[in-house]
């Protein structure tokens, strides 16, 4: 009981719900097919369907769609807590494609173990709820990032999500946190060029606002940075659990 009481998801949900140990027990029984999937490979394709949902324990996996040209958007990055192709099961085929972007290990959760787990433990299930509207949440604020910021506002604003959402897992704080993205990956995000992200990257070095060198991402001044992005975290973050045990 002590691992799932520190697993990634278990800390995630705990933001909006306050576990019992009922429903600690059910997320360990749900913790029970834990399988290793490697970099450059898709767990899900797009267009793929009759395929498990998974909860990823560690590592980063990149959401994405393919374009007829052959070129890609990243919707999203998935850290540990998130979940993975869980609104592809619920509709059945999936409208994206997932890559890990590095070794990763994800929980398999078949959809009739899932509607059980809701079953048993209705509190489980809003919480449950409550990640998924979060990430309905953050892919508005993609949308606004790509159509109305600039790029020096855009790569604040992604940059600073994605520390709210790894310090509420345990794996960054205001001062910073370990990333794997390559420029590449921010390009294909944020729909700029690599040298483009390169440059940006660079500015707000030279401003004294934020350093990305050597996978991690330091924010040398963090204030500076959510005034230049205008962010504001409420829709990723919660003052304590609303749904208390």
């Not at 890990?100 to 433990?121: G, H, Y």
């Amino acid at each position: 009981m002590r691992t799932i009481k520190n697993s990634p998801l278990t800390r995630k949900l705990s933001n909006f719900v306050a576990l019992t140990e009922v429903e600690l027990a059910v997320l360990a029984r749900l913790h029970k097919r834990r399988r290793t999937f490697e970099a450059g490979r898709d767990l899900v394709h797009q267009g793929q369907s009759e395929q498990a949902a998974y909860i990823l324990a560690s590592g980063w996996v990149c959401s994405y769609k393919t374009q007829t040209d052959g070129s890609r958007q990243i919707v999203d990055f998935q850290i540990p807590g998130d979940f993975l192709g869980l609104r592809s099961v619920l509709l059945h085929t999936s409208d994206h494609s997932i890559e890990p972007i590095m070794e990763i290990q994800a929980i398999e959760v078949v959809v009739d173990d899932l509607l059980e787990a809701f079953a048993q433990t209705p509190r489980l299930a809003t919480a449950i709820l409550w990640a998924v509207s979060r990430d309905e949440a953050m892919v508005v604020e993609h949308l606004v990032n790509i159509g109305r910021r600039d790029a020096g506002e855009r790569m604040a604003h992604f940059l600073l999500e994605l520390g709210v959402r790894l310090t509420q897992v345990g794996m960054a704080t205001k001062m910073g946190y370990t990333c794997p993205l390559t420029q590449y990956h921010l390009a294909d995000t944020l729909g700029l060029s690599a040298v483009h992200v390169n440059r940006v990257l660079r500015q707000l070095r030279e401003k004294g606002l934020l350093t990305f060198q050597s996978g991690q991402v330091v924010f040398d001044d963090y204030d500076g940075l959510v005034t230049l992005a205008g962010f504001d975290p409420t829709y990723l973050d919660q003052a304590g659990p609303l749904l208390k045990q």
